[in-house]
């Protein structure tokens, strides 16, 4: 994606969105954003990533490419998740 498809994210201010495991297929420029439902979603480089996102928070992850690791799960409102204690 490059920046002039910047104005299409305008309806998404505000969505928090995960950085996926990279493909070795796409190289590590290729940045895959997974939704809030666990859906990879759409693809960014870094420097989109860096001047249309604001990082609030990095992980601690090896993998790169996720092997043997989890599929990433959906996110859990903490709304619902305090009813489920």
Same mark, same amino acid.
């Given at each position: 994606m490059n $920046? %002039?498809? %910047? $104005?299409?994210?305008k309806h998404s201010l505000g969505t928090i969105y995960r950085v996926g495991y990279y493909s070795r297929r796409d190289g590590l420029d290729c940045i895959w954003l997974v939704n809030e439902a666990g859906e990879y979603q759409e693809t960014v480089d870094h420097d989109?990533?860096?001047?249309y996102f604001d990082v609030i928070q990095t992980s601690e992850e090896k993998s790169l490419y996720g092997a043997k690791r989890p599929q990433i799960d959906p996110v859990i409102a903490a709304r619902k998740r305090r009813r489920s204690r």
């Open positions: $920046p %002039a498809g %910047a $104005p299409r994210w989109y990533l860096s001047k």
